[in-house]
């Protein structure tokens, strides 16, 4: 059974969000050993200088590495990814969990992002979308596509 | 001030998933005219064939397009349209709100889709992903951008 772990930086407090990501994750739990990490966001203030951006992504990227299992294919989520489709996105799991470890994470950023060093760590960028989402929303797209990924390759009737 | 409908063919049942939208449709409605409108999907087996699946998307354009207010500029929202960032979007209801009536009507479809009827009469072919999403999610996504697009539109400080 692949292992996938989710490091998102920033909590959901809203219970109908929480319910709604709670929905896929369990769903996403049937198919693979999953693991959800919910990293505290550097706060900052409401106008932050391009330097104070910086060092909060950089102490975050900090808690996001000591996060990332031993051996995993990291995957983190950026607008200047690479865009694939719901089938291309299974194949790359598949692919990779047959040549390498098959444990993957998944990282999504604050609202400001990831930092370079962990965008250059990572063996795949991937970006969902060209639009720009908040990551509670960005947190339960990305649990549903790998839920419909492994039902992808599963045979499962989820995706037609 | 801009109208703008979203006609979706399904309901939302989930309680968790009806507050979710319903959080981005009460922001949006706060800086548009907003409707939404909720078709019922025509109801297929199991394993329906083309033509059933034909027959069912030409019963929901019809309920559709008896939707879609007079003069409106319809964007129907399927994987091959065209992507478009948060920014490009805002840009597109901007310069469509000089030149046209000020109305849009935003198109989702069921969970086959959309009819080639709907998606040729429609002014614009937006795509948010080139995975395929759940139609409740998906309408969430579109909410959420609309919100977005008129925060941009009006420098709100919702998108940074």
Same mark, same amino acid.
């Given at each position: 059974?692949?292992?996938?772990?989710?490091?998102?930086?920033?909590?959901?407090? #809203?219970?109908?969000?929480? #319910?709604? @990501?709670?929905?896929? %994750?369990?769903?996403?739990?049937?198919?693979?050993?999953?693991?959800?990490? #919910?990293?505290?966001?550097?706060?900052?203030?409401?106008? !932050?200088?391009?330097?104070? &951006?910086?060092? =909060?992504?950089?102490?975050?990227? =900090?808690?996001?590495?000591?996060? &990332? @299992?031993?051996?995993?294919?990291?995957?983190?989520?950026?607008? #200047?990814?690479?865009?694939?489709?719901?089938? %291309?996105? @299974?194949? $790359?799991? %598949?692919?990779? @969990?047959?040549?390498?470890?098959?444990?993957?994470?998944? &990282?999504?950023?604050?609202?400001?992002?990831?930092?370079?060093?962990?965008?250059?760590?990572?063996?795949?960028?991937?970006?969902? /979308? %060209?639009? $720009?989402? !908040?990551?509670?929303?960005?947190?339960?797209?990305? $649990?549903?596509?790998?839920?419909?990924?492994?039902?992808?390759?599963?045979? /499962?009737?989820?995706?037609?």
């Amino acid at each position: 059974m692949m292992s996938v772990e989710i490091i998102v930086t920033g909590k959901i407090k #809203e219970k109908y969000i929480k #319910e709604y @990501a709670g929905e896929y %994750e369990k769903r996403l739990g049937g198919l693979c050993k999953l693991t959800v990490v #919910e990293l505290d966001p550097v706060r900052l203030c409401d106008n !932050p200088s391009q330097k104070e &951006i910086e060092n =909060a992504l950089q102490k975050e990227a =900090a808690a996001i590495k000591a996060k &990332i @299992a031993k051996g995993a294919y990291v995957v983190s989520l950026c607008v #200047e990814g690479r865009r694939l489709s719901s089938e %291309e996105l @299974a194949e $790359t799991l %598949e692919k990779n @969990a047959l040549n390498g470890s098959g444990s993957f994470a998944f &990282i999504i950023g604050s609202s400001y992002g990831l930092s370079k060093e962990i965008k250059d760590m990572s063996d795949f960028k991937l970006s969902m /979308s %060209e639009m $720009t989402f !908040p990551h509670k929303l960005a947190r339960i797209m990305l $649990t549903e596509q790998l839920y419909r990924a492994f039902s992808i390759l599963g045979n /499962s009737k989820y995706h037609k």
